[in-house]
């Protein structure tokens, strides 16, 4: 994707702007590299400016054109970044530690930052192969000073494969939630509540499967921050969907947001001040209009502890409680190890424990633990 930053018309000379730049100890190498850039664009020598991001950076990726020159070279454990230059141009390359890279240009013409633009990120991106059980999620995380999105390509259990995790009327409840397309996906709020490790997460991760074709799963790692901040919050909902595309072949988005029992219970309004207000205006308020975005929030909350405002009718698209797996099922998933099972039956964590040959306890706190393990992912 290329941004464009506003530039003078060709009956416009470039006109300097005022600069006072100042350097002090409060300030990091990489400030020292980003005043570096803004330099050349604030004199109004290279007026053209464009931003790139690629998605899983080669390694080996230069990010600059063949005939540039390197200027100065930043590392730390988080992110490397480089500043180069050639003639009529300036180029600073972010490569972070997750493989994404950023990519800011300052050009004397149009013409001009188009084409570095171009050149360095040509075959700059490490192709995946494909394979039916990987999906591709991005990850949103605020850094302090702006929000960021990586995409990583995780695997996902078919429906059909973990059906029989779940009790029988939660299948049959995620049976028709996996079958939904855009056609017939009627509210913006998919909310699974349950305790800790009765495969909620693991749901997740298969309905971004099932919906690939037509809809891009992102999970935000800071919901409470997400919606305590409106301008991460407007980045997020926004995205990096282009306005340009055809609105029949744009993918819906699923943003998910595990673990918000602080954000959606009945005092949270009380507790949390505009965070729910905003919640609701991304589902079904000016915020989510022509967005297409969809929120799916787990919780370890009783239904009846929650906000009124968000379990209300006509709210959610689906409202799913994910409990334990009652004991006669229990036993039939374990098989030969089923004398362990407790009369009340028993969550999916603990199913995993029993068959690996440990004790399931949900004192000992099973349910976040052993199943992990298991499953290479969070239960």
């Known amino acids: 994707m290329f941004v464009a930053a506003e530039a003078p018309g060709e009956e416009e000379p470039a006109a300097p702007l005022p600069r006072g730049f100042k350097l002090d100890s409060s300030d990091s190498l990489f400030d020292v590299v980003d005043l570096l850039l803004l330099t050349e664009f604030a004199s109004g020598r290279q007026p053209w400016a464009y931003k790139a991001k690629v998605d899983r950076a080669r390694r080996d990726a230069p990010l600059m054109p063949s005939n540039g020159r390197v200027l100065r070279v930043v590392r730390s454990p988080e992110r490397e970044m480089r500043l180069a230059c050639g003639d009529g141009w300036t180029l600073q390359s972010v490569r972070w530690k997750g493989g994404d890279a950023h990519l800011e240009v300052t050009a004397a013409t149009e013409e001009l930052g188009r084409l570095v633009i171009e050149q360095a990120t040509k075959d700059a991106a490490d192709p995946i192969e494909p394979a039916e059980e990987r999906v591709e999620m991005g990850f949103w995380h605020h850094d302090g000073r702006c929000a960021r999105r990586s995409e990583r390509a995780i695997t996902g259990s078919t429906w059909a494969e973990i059906r029989a995790n779940y009790a029988r009327p939660v299948a049959a409840a995620f049976d028709e939630l996996m079958s939904l397309d855009p056609a017939t996906a009627d509210g913006r709020l998919l909310l699974l509540h349950g305790p800790p490790g009765t495969g909620k997460t693991t749901a997740l991760r298969t309905l971004a499967r099932e919906w690939r074709a037509w809809c891009q799963a992102d999970c935000v790692l800071d919901p409470e921050r997400l919606f305590g901040d409106p301008g991460y919050l407007m980045e997020v909902a926004i995205g990096d969907e282009d306005e340009d595309e055809d609105e029949d072949r744009r993918r819906r988005r699923l943003l998910i947001l595990e673990d918000c029992d602080e954000l959606i219970r009945g005092d949270a309004k009380a507790s949390t001040g505009q965070a729910l ?20 929030i787990t919780t370890n909350e009783d239904l009846t502890r929650l906000h009124p405002a968000v379990v209300r009718p006509g709210r959610c698209l689906a409202q799913i409680e994910v409990g334990p797996l009652p004991r006669a099922e229990a036993v039939a998933w374990l098989g030969d190890v089923a004398a362990d099972v407790p009369p009340e039956g028993a969550t999916l964590a603990e199913l995993i424990a029993l068959r690996s040959g440990r004790a399931a306890s949900r004192a000992s706190g099973s349910g976040s633990g052993s199943g992990s393990q298991a499953t290479g992912f969070y239960l």
């Not at 207000?277 to 799916?296: I, P, W």
């Open 277 to 296: 207000s905003r919640l609701l205006n991304l589902t079904d308020g000016l915020l989510g209009q022509g967005r297409d975005v969809l929120v799916a």
